[in-house]
């Protein structure tokens, strides 16, 4: 089974997943990577500050997969 690592990056410090989880496939990675950014972003609670940014980028071990990216910032 196939292993993908989920490295997350906040406000430019990065955390690299270097044991990784053993899933299906690509879809299961996909699936796997939505479900914890939603949860991650609801534990905010409604107290999400501005001009943050977030992201976790996926990898398998050839490389990088795909990349889901959030920024929260205050227009006018």
């Not at 939505?34 to 534990?43: L, N, S, Y």
């Not at 992201?55 to 910032?73: K, T, W």
């Amino acid at each position: 089974m196939p292993r993908y690592f989920f490295h997350i990056t906040h406000d430019g410090s990065s955390v690299d997943d270097t044991e990784g989880v053993e899933l299906p496939d690509r879809t299961a990675a996909w699936q796997g990577a939505t479900r914890a950014w939603g949860q991650f972003i609801r534990e905010f609670n409604g107290e999400l500050e501005t001009r943050i940014a977030l992201q976790v980028d996926v990898h398998d071990q050839d490389g990088p997969l795909f990349r889901i990216s959030f920024r929260a910032e205050i227009l006018r």
